[in-house]
């Protein structure tokens, strides 16, 4: 795109990324969308150059680099066309163990985590029953000796069959029992390379963009207690607390995509001739794609607040909420806009455009669904009665 803004931050990972990119060019993601396949060998490049362990502090061998930066190497990914959904779990999910786990966890697993030798993708929240309504979950950890006996089932854990260690929610007290109603989750690092067959499953899901994403069922899952992150009972709240540099980094994957389809627009509103003329002389088609450009950069700068409020140690619900709700909007706008300028080329899968059309829908319902945000802004932000 030539008019590109905030250029100058972060000018040098950003170039590394796009020409990082640029070897993964668009035949490589249809190919891989066809067969539903997951990008390895991308991965695998992000990984080698310490992207995805930007978030992690020097002295556990991860580049210490605050969200911002983290924020624009997402964004440059998927403004390039790529898609960071494969790993981006993998640069804050550790989040949880650094901010909640002990001396002795952070020293097993996060050094390992960042040199990519051991991968933390999976995310164990949602489950079929609860959905959207946590403190509903079924699966339970009941305490034996010195392990943990987990039972139940997880759904959308992304990744789970690319990942090595999974971050998992369950109760550990009884819904009745426990003192406050947010009390009773536990949250655990389960070693998946360690679970037997019959004790952990893992069913992959086929879904309308390639993202692998499973169904995973609990029997008898022993897990050692010294996998308990934190304190029992708080599992919660912990999960919550990692949630505002989720959505920051989800909203930049947005601005991206927001970013490539007007690109893409743009660049066949030019070329594409029809009644003698460029068809982007008409103001049927280019302002749409002026109003997508508008429309982003407003997102956009609700992601760099909430990035810089977080990194100044601010209360960012508001605005990472925020941030995650214009972003997904803006790309989900611009992706409308990017196959109507194509016309029927929009279907057609060798323009790219369909595919990321597809991949752009989800950020209206994951990781966290808009109307979830709206109810939280509603009751926190403008003190309406809590609906549900
Ligand atoms: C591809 C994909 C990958 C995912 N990856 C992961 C992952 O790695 N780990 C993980 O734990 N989860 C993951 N998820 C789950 C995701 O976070 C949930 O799908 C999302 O939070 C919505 O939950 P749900 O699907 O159960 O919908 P439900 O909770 O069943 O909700 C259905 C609809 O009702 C609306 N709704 C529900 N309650 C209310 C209310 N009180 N007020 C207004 N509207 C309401 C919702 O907004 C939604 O539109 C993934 C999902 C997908 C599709």
């Given at each position: 795109m030539s008019k590109r803004s905030n250029t100058d931050e972060f000018a040098d990972i950003r170039a590394s990324v796009r020409a990082l990119c640029a070897k993964f060019p668009g035949e490589y993601w249809r190919a891989l969308d066809r067969e539903r396949a997951y990008p390895s060998e991308f991965v695998k490049a992000l990984t080698e150059g310490g992207y995805l362990a930007a978030l992690i502090p020097e002295e556990f061998g991860?580049?210490?680099?605050?969200i911002s930066a983290a924020a624009a190497i997402l964004e440059e990914i998927h403004a390039s066309g790529s898609n960071g959904a494969a790993c981006h779990a993998q640069m804050y999910t550790m989040g949880t163990i650094l901010r909640h786990g002990n001396a002795a966890q952070k020293e097993a697993y996060l050094p390992k985590i960042a040199s990519g030798q051991l991968r933390l993708q999976a995310f164990g929240v949602t489950e079929p029953t609860s959905g959207t309504d946590t403190?509903?979950?079924?699966t339970t950890a009941r305490r034996e000796g010195d392990h943990y006996v987990i039972n139940g089932q997880k759904i959308w854990t992304s990744r789970a069959e690319h990942s090595d260690l999974m971050l998992l929610l369950a109760r550990t007290t009884p819904r009745d029992q426990a003192r406050q109603r947010t009390d009773g989750l536990s949250v655990f690092l389960v070693d998946m390379r360690l679970a037997q067959s019959t004790s952990m499953t893992i069913n992959p899901i086929r879904t309308m963009m390639n993202h692998a994403t499973t169904q995973v069922f609990f029997d008898d899952l022993r897990v050692p207690a010294d996998n308990l992150i934190g304190e029992e009972g708080q599992g919660f709240r912990y999960i919550l607390s990692g949630m505002n540099a989720e959505r920051i980094l989800i909203a930049s994957e947005c601005i991206g995509d927001a970013k490539w389809f007007i690109a893409k627009a743009t660049a066949y509103a030019q070329e594409r001739v029809l009644f003698g003329r460029p068809i982007g002389k008409n103001q049927g088609v280019q302002f749409p794609i002026a109003r997508a450009y508008a429309q982003m950069r407003a997102a956009e700068l609700m992601v760099h607040e909430a990035a810089r409020k977080y990194e100044e140690g601010r209360d960012i619900g508001p605005e990472a909420n925020m941030a995650k709700l214009l972003a997904a909007d803006a790309s989900w706008a611009a992706a409308d806009m990017c196959v109507q300028t194509h016309g029927g080329f929009g279907f057609a899968e060798e323009y790219d455009v369909e595919r990321k059309f597809r991949e752009a829908r989800l950020y209206q319902v994951a990781p966290i669904s808009t109307n979830m945000i709206l109810a939280y802004l509603a009751e926190h932000v403008l003190g309406l009665p809590r609906s549900y």
């Amino acid at each position: 795109m030539s008019k590109r803004s905030n250029t100058d931050e972060f000018a040098d990972i950003r170039a590394s990324v796009r020409a990082l990119c640029a070897k993964f060019p668009g035949e490589y993601w249809r190919a891989l969308d066809r067969e539903r396949a997951y990008p390895s060998e991308f991965v695998k490049a992000l990984t080698e150059g310490g992207y995805l362990a930007a978030l992690i502090p020097e002295e556990f061998g991860g580049s210490g680099l605050g969200i911002s930066a983290a924020a624009a190497i997402l964004e440059e990914i998927h403004a390039s066309g790529s898609n960071g959904a494969a790993c981006h779990a993998q640069m804050y999910t550790m989040g949880t163990i650094l901010r909640h786990g002990n001396a002795a966890q952070k020293e097993a697993y996060l050094p390992k985590i960042a040199s990519g030798q051991l991968r933390l993708q999976a995310f164990g929240v949602t489950e079929p029953t609860s959905g959207t309504d946590t403190l509903s979950l079924r699966t339970t950890a009941r305490r034996e000796g010195d392990h943990y006996v987990i039972n139940g089932q997880k759904i959308w854990t992304s990744r789970a069959e690319h990942s090595d260690l999974m971050l998992l929610l369950a109760r550990t007290t009884p819904r009745d029992q426990a003192r406050q109603r947010t009390d009773g989750l536990s949250v655990f690092l389960v070693d998946m390379r360690l679970a037997q067959s019959t004790s952990m499953t893992i069913n992959p899901i086929r879904t309308m963009m390639n993202h692998a994403t499973t169904q995973v069922f609990f029997d008898d899952l022993r897990v050692p207690a010294d996998n308990l992150i934190g304190e029992e009972g708080q599992g919660f709240r912990y999960i919550l607390s990692g949630m505002n540099a989720e959505r920051i980094l989800i909203a930049s994957e947005c601005i991206g995509d927001a970013k490539w389809f007007i690109a893409k627009a743009t660049a066949y509103a030019q070329e594409r001739v029809l009644f003698g003329r460029p068809i982007g002389k008409n103001q049927g088609v280019q302002f749409p794609i002026a109003r997508a450009y508008a429309q982003m950069r407003a997102a956009e700068l609700m992601v760099h607040e909430a990035a810089r409020k977080y990194e100044e140690g601010r209360d960012i619900g508001p605005e990472a909420n925020m941030a995650k709700l214009l972003a997904a909007d803006a790309s989900w706008a611009a992706a409308d806009m990017c196959v109507q300028t194509h016309g029927g080329f929009g279907f057609a899968e060798e323009y790219d455009v369909e595919r990321k059309f597809r991949e752009a829908r989800l950020y209206q319902v994951a990781p966290i669904s808009t109307n979830m945000i709206l109810a939280y802004l509603a009751e926190h932000v403008l003190g309406l009665p809590r609906s549900y």
